[in-house]
């Protein structure tokens, strides 16, 4: 199994970032997908969540309205879009995928930062 995420980076404050994450090895269109994200210094914290049809998307309150969680099913891939980014969304952000088992990456650095 791998969950590989890619497209953090430093990003001013008022940017966008598109994060995505592959995954192989699962069966990926019938597992719920995630983000998460932990700041330095905090615990990890539930970001985003996308049912495995891709239909209800959840978000938390921090982030409502400015991110978007998708999926291609045909790629095994999630991403997660991220606008008007705020010194606050800095933080190394992690994909998983949930059903009986949960699967983990190894997480991509968002800098949020003039």
């Known amino acids: 199994v791998q969950v590989v995420e890619s497209g953090g980076g430093l990003v001013q404050p008022g940017g966008s970032l598109r994060l995505s994450c592959v995954t192989s090895?699962?069966?990926?269109?019938?597992?719920?997908m995630n983000w998460y994200r932990q700041a330095p210094g905090k615990e990890r914290e539930w970001v985003a969540g996308?049912?495995?049809?891709?239909?209800?998307?959840y978000y938390a309150d921090s982030v409502k309205g400015r991110f978007t969680i998708s999926r291609d099913n045909a790629k095994n891939t999630v991403y997660l879009q991220m606008n008007s980014l705020k010194p606050e969304d800095t933080a190394v952000y992690y994909c998983?995928?949930?059903?009986?088992?949960?699967?983990w990456g190894k997480g991509t650095l968002v800098t949020v930062s003039s």
């Open positions: 998983n995928a949930r059903r009986l088992i949960t699967y």
């Open positions: 090895g699962f069966t990926f269109s019938d597992y719920n």
């Open positions: 996308l049912t495995s049809t891709g239909i209800i998307n």
